[in-house]
């Protein structure tokens, strides 16, 4: 056997150093959309890796529902102040104010998909022509589909029948006026790959990712956190659980998973013989079998 | 953990309806255990939903609701699944022919290809337009499937003269490893685990050829290629001076103290050093992502090639190009285009329109005025600059293009050059 073999993560490594790449040389504007979660922490190390030693060229942008994890806002502040990385942040609450938007009402209400106008208005706003997300093939049947270089129409809309074809390596990110790019350079990973990755790099995580004490509900068949933004539905408990989150959205609807794994190689262990999905725990993918098709169309994440 | 350190393997699948492409890419992903029971809930009811008495594992890969609707897959998706040996990327692509454009992209990146046969008909027209295609896009593997032996009888006698013909068909491809094997997709027979309904069979399963097959050879580890993606000047107080090129290696194998020349300056330096992220690299080839820095200070920029001083590729601005047109607009001569190679973006012009390819005969068809939808053709295209080029049969990377409409920035086609 010879020696030119590279590992399965240093070649998703290299792959997605490379999407990031030519998103820098390709556009005007890019940036990352930065949730705070685990994925968007893998896509952040990863800019830093490609550019080195110089800083990001880009900035992040954060879409804060109001709703956040407070981990999660201090985990953000933390990352890039240690960067050195501009951020810019749009607020739901900024667009509910202003009647762009309307809150949902009732015990399920969410925030989730508020966030689509608020993440269009702000891409618009700084004229950002690429922004890269932490969106994996692997998470959901409509994301299977995405290109790398995902094209969104002036409406910031995707048309999932008439997506570019995307040969070799060779990315085209051309593009009228108006129009941007979505682009997700860790298509390729899994959620075990992204846990491998973070271990072997040695990333940190906001704590929520391992096992900790939290009061919590169960909502059909889902573990909420309790918390100001959730109306308790009767006859539901708050508990305190020992839990951990495989995902990192809106406490709101986040779900969390029973767990003891405190450290990596626990959650590693725990992943490789977990029998659900990561999104299984999610709510807003439970409100139909087409509910990311047709959040993605309108221009979400 | 034993997860770590495997390697990658891309493959991609085609196939028409009722092939059994879906349910051999379900029986892949069930019977390695990447099912998660969520998934497997949603399949169990929709396969209820449906009227049906078995549980349904080809609708594991159904994705879009145009798809659902109409019973058909009609873009690319791509599924995961690792087993402890390797990790895998499978590029499901639709098998009709007007999802050539669809199946050429699969093909694109792909190591492997399963190429999949209904055992009760035999070759068809779409066996010879996926086995063109895997070749056409010099995919180095194919793993031929006989499907559906249950439905035979398991029968050798109808397997040897499927594995003929085929043979006899693929004499005049370019596929330097073909296997064959007979399998049952719907109940498991030699896909992961051995049938016992087929003991003259002495060959392996598809997984063990999968987890097995070698592909570590099949880089050009001779001609040494790296486009330049971007330049990387820090301008901080630590880095006042440094200038690395960042890119992925294209071919070949560099090595830091390495005589190199760029293009198209043609100015000779030696690599100073490799690295990514601070960390030094001895030894960088296909298909890492490096930063390099030279000794000499040479002012190379994006779209320019740094390559071995002895080594150089073709540089040029006439291309002949086999392209798969891919826009529903038709294309002529005379027509003006983009073209994007590796990190390189010109205007360029269609020069001549040479033949078509009857994808089903392999037969040529000369005298052409225009070349439509999933055609595959022969064209002569001249670049607006100088571009530095392999053959796409020494180097898929430095050998391919896409082709991009000027006015509406869509990729139209995707050419290998000659």
Redesign the interface.
Known sequence: ??N????????????A??VI??V??QFENPAILFSGGKDSIVLTHLA????????IPFPLIHIDTGHNFPETIAFRDALVENLGVRLIVGLVQEAIDKGRVREENGADASRNSLQIVTLLDTLETYKVDAAMGGAR??EE??R??ERFFSHRDEFGQWD??N????????F?G???YGEHFRVFPI??W?E??VW?YI??ENIDLPSLYFSHQRDCVQRDGAILANSDYIKLKENEKVMPMTVRYRTCGDMTITGAVESTADSL?KI?KEI?T????ER?GRADDKRA??AM?DRKKQGYF | MEYQDIELLRFTTAGSVDDGKSTLIGRLLYDSKSIFQDQLQAVEESSRSKGYDYVDLSLLTDGLKSEREQGITIDVAYRYFATPKRKFIIADTPGHIQYTRNMVTGASTANLAIILIDARKGMMEQTHRHAFIASLLRIPHAIVCINKMDLVDYSEHIYNDIVSSFKAFSSKLSIKDIQFIPISALHGDNVVNRSKNMDWYAGSTLMYHLENVHISSDLNLVDCRFAIQSVIRPHTFDYQDYRGFAGRIDGGVFKPGDRVKSLPSGFISTIKTIELNGEEILEAFSPMSVTITLEDDIDNSRGDMIVRENNVPNIGQDLEVLVSWMSTKPIQTRTKVIIKHTTNVCVAIIKELKYKIDINTLHRIEGIDQVEMNDIARMSIRTSKPIFYDSYKRNRQTGSVIIIDEQTNETIGAGMII
Do not use: C
């Open positions: 056997m010879s030119y073999v590279i590992s399965h993560l240093k070649e998703l490594e290299s792959e150093i490379y790449r030519e820098a040389a830093k890796k490609a550019f080195f030693p110089a800083k093939r692997d049947k409509a299977a589909k999932p029948k997506q570019r074809p995307e040969l070799w390596n060779l085209n051309r593009q009228n298509s390729n899994t075990m790959d491998e271990k072997q190689d590693i490789a977990t029998r659900t999905t299984g079998v087409t098709e």
